[in-house]
T-cell receptor
């Protein structure tokens, strides 16, 4: 079945370091791909999305490119801040499915000053 | 302000005592959904609703009920809670549930069943 695999956390970085959180997926066809962020004590917020191959989603300095050939949607940021500390979830909606987000397990990111 | 609200935010209860977690959205969205979040498992969908009076099971519906009598509300009902339902619950809504629609999440309800 369809699935999403994220790198396990926690990921600990110093402020201004470069960030990559890996996400790969298994799905037939062309799913829509999402990154959600959950700040401490809050609900989930959509960070960025891409709905077709080679699309790049971007928001708040984060980017992710939909790579069909490697079935990946890695999250990147060039210079992280302490305020980026959160849990990041990769998710997909399979093609032909209008209903259900399929989620990765989440990656906790800790940024130290 | 466009938002999804849930109540209560925190709840401690005992096994077998019926409870309801409310969810309301003010964006006139057709699609609403309930998830539970457990450590290491990410989010798993419990139930979803494509519109008023239309509901369907997600991945983990056992022990839960839902209803959608009005477009804005989608309560989650635990008729006889058990300790394995201790979890963090999120309600979400989107325009029509399509792959291109953004899902908006409520702040979460942390439920403990003793």
């Amino acid at each position: 079945g369809d699935s999403v695999t994220q790198m396990e956390g926690p990921v600990t970085l110093s402020e201004e370091a470069c960030l990559t959180i890996n996400c790969t997926y298994t799905a037939t066809g062309y799913p829509s791909l999402f990154w959600y962020v959950q700040y401490p004590g809050e609900g989930l917020q959509l960070l960025l999305k891409a709905t077709k191959a080679d699309d790049k989603g971007s928001n708040k300095g984060f980017e992710a490119t939909y790579r069909k050939e490697t079935t990946s949607f890695h999250l990147e940021k060039g210079s992280v801040q302490v305020s980026d500390s959160a849990v990041y979830f990769c998710a997909l909606i399979p093609p032909g499915s209008n209903y259900q987000l399929i989620w990765g397990a989440g990656t906790k990111l800790i940024i130290k000053p | 302000e466009a938002q999804v609200t849930q109540n209560p935010r925190y709840l401690i209860t005992v096994t077998g005592k019926k409870l309801t977690v409310t969810c309301s959205q003010n964006m006139n969205h057709e699609y609403m959904s309930w998830y539970r979040q457990d450590p290491g498992l990410g989010l798993r969908q419990i139930y979803y609703s494509m519109n008023v009076e239309v509901t369907d099971k997600g991945d983990v519906p056992e022990g839960y009920k839902v209803s959608r009598k009005e477009k804005r509300n989608f309560p989650l009902i635990l008729e006889s809670p058990s300790p394995n339902q201790t979890s963090l619950y999120f309600c979400a809504s989107s325009l029509q549930g399509r792959g291109t629609d953004t899902q908006y999440f409520g702040p979460g309800t942390r439920l403990t069943v003793l």
